[in-house]
């Protein structure tokens, strides 16, 4: 009788013991599951049912959707909840950086086979650039980039090359942000980071001269039409210094061919380049624009 009695209560502590061992789940994680009640429900969900699809208890539920709705990321119609146009927007943008990647994808392996060096694919993200692609061999292990790996955007040609051609409010938050000397080469000054981005603007595209990290050297073009810059190609490498020149045309083509197999030759661009920020001239095109928009409509994410 002992015996058998003993069993179940040893059963109980055991359960008791792996039911403590599994951590609670943390603020981020349940933000995720709320989200993800919206994937199995309809478009409009009420508190109660959000409850139900996500496991979360009722009094966290509610505080999340608040916050949720607080950030765009939810939008809340009386009792009901439905997605919002932050979640619109970042999923818009996910969707545009991976057509982009596959579009770019054939041509940055075309540019590193021709140059021999490292090739990125870069877009901008406040101040900093963001590496959506890493083309190299095991040479270039000693430039410090990775896929998904950020850096300031001011001291790197692809980050000069998309401020550039970018509205002058995003190139003013850049410099109020710091221009923080990164190697003794790094341009600190306003006034002549302001000049260099005109210089980039005139010769199309952007150098890096040791301005980030001691050693490396980088050209980059912008990726546009006739409008803003929506990322840039670069090459990069220890070696790159002796061969910018020769390099830098490259490169444009490069830019030029993912704009085309992305959006098609488009229309003629601008002869002269208008500074960042000021209004395009009365009746001049913006085929930029309008291949983004008409990409937006059409998108099969949408």
């Keep these: 009788m002992t015996t058998h009695a003993a069993e179940p209560v040893q059963d109980v502590l055991a359960a008791g013991r792996t039911e403590a061992a599994v951590p609670p789940l943390s603020l981020l994680e349940k ?30 539920a509610h505080r999340i959707l608040d916050q949720l709705v607080q950030l ?30 596959r579009a ?13 060096h490292l090739v990125h694919l870069t877009v901008l993200d406040g101040s900093e650039v963001v590496y959506l692609e890493r083309i190299g061999g095991s040479d270039d292990s000693g430039v410090p980039s990775r896929t998904g790996g950020r850096q300031p955007a001011y001291c790197t040609a692809s980050g000069k090359a998309i401020l550039a051609f970018s509205d002058a409010p995003v190139v003013e938050q850049v410099i109020r942000n710091g221009l923080r000397a990164r190697t ?37 073009a912008p990726l546009r039409g006739a409008g803003r810059a929506v990322a840039a190609i670069s090459v990069c490498g220890h070696g790159v210094h002796r061969e910018m020149e020769r390099i830098a045309p490259a490169v444009r083509g490069c830019a030029r061919s993912v704009w085309q197999s992305m959006f098609g030759p488009g229309r003629r ?15 001049v095109p913006q085929p930029s624009m309008d291949n983004m928009m008409a990409w937006l409509r059409f998108s099969e994410w949408m």
């Excluded at 932050?86 to 057509?99: C, P, Q, V, W």
């Excluded at 770019?104 to 021999?116: D, S």
């Excluded at 006034?191 to 980088?218: H, S, Y």
């Design 184 to 220: 003794p080469r790094t341009i600190t000054r306003p006034d002549p980071f302001r000049a260099e981005l005109a210089l980039v603007r005139e010769r199309g595209v952007a150098f890096d001269q040791e301005e980030g990290f001691r050693g490396v050297f980088c050209v980059a």
């Design 269 to 283: 661009t601008e002869r002269r380049e208008r500074p960042a920020g000021a209004p395009a001239a009365p009746g």
């Design 72 to 101: 765009r990321w939810l939008e809340r119609e009386g009792r009901d909840y439905r997605l919002g146009m932050g979640m619109l927007e970042l999923g818009a943008m996910a969707s545009h950086h991976n057509r982009l990647r």
């Design 104 to 116: 770019a994808l054939p041509h940055l392996h075309a540019l590193h086979e021709a140059t021999g």
């Design 31 to 60: 933000a995720a599951k709320v989200l993800s009640a919206f994937e199995s429900g309809g478009p409009r969900l009420t508190l109660t049912e959000v409850v139900q699809r996500s496991g979360i208890r009722r009094s966290s």
